[in-house]
């Protein structure tokens, strides 16, 4: 069986079309993690922006989902 593991990032931008991005790990990228079981990706986006930036959020819009599969498996 397939289990999934639900992580996401987000696009933070302001009003002039400045992008928000951090280090991390010695590479750039947006902020993000992992959505815990149970949370809904707008609670979880939310909150991990505010834990990685201080930044408070207040209405983000999913764009887009994109599954990786870990092995390869039927129809792969």
Same mark, same amino acid.
């Given at each position: 069986m397939e289990q999934?593991?639900?992580t996401?990032?987000?696009m933070v931008y302001d009003n002039q079309n400045r992008v928000l991005i951090q280090e991390c790990n010695g590479t750039i990228a947006f902020p993000g993690g992992?959505? @815990?079981r149970g949370k809904s990706f707008v609670e979880s986006v939310k909150r991990?922006?505010?834990e990685e930036t201080s930044y408070h959020i207040?209405?983000?819009v999913l764009c887009g989902i994109k599954q990786f599969q @870990?092995?390869?498996g039927p129809g792969v």
């Open positions: 999934a593991i639900f996401m990032l987000c992992h959505v @815990e991990k922006v505010y207040q209405k983000p @870990e092995t390869a």
